[in-house]
C-alpha cells in the first residue's frame, strides 16, 4: 500500500472509532433492571414478566424497538401514560430513549442505563 492510502486508512479507522457510540442496556429502578430488547410491553405477557403485578401498568402498556440509531419507547394510549423525561409521550409516537434519560411506565420510574 503506498504510504498515502495508508494514512487515509488510519484517518478513516480513527473517524469511525470516535463516532461509535455505546446504546443502552437496560431500564433500572424499582429494584429491577429491564433489559432492552425489542417486543411489547405490559402486564399481560410481553418481555417483562416483572410488570404482571403492576397494576397502573396496561395490560398492553407499550413497546421497545431498536433503530439504527438506538432505543425507542412507543406507549399503546394506555391510561396512566408512558412518561420520557417526565413528559408524557402521545399515543403510538415512537420516542428515543439513551442513557441517562428517565423513563416512567405509569407509576414505575426507571433511569436508561
Known sequence: MAPQAQSQSKVQLQTTA????????ALVGNGWRLTLQ???FGRVGGMWPELATCTYVSSNHGRIAKTATGWTI????????????GA??????AVAITKGNSVRIATLEFTVE
Open 18 to 25: 470516535a463516532a461509535s457510540v455505546v446504546l443502552p442496556t
Open 38 to 40: 425489542e417486543g411489547a
Open 74 to 85: 412507543t406507549d399503546n394510549g394506555t391510561t396512566n401514560g408512558t412518561y420520557v423525561n
Open 88 to 93: 408524557r409521550i402521545a399515543a403510538n409516537t
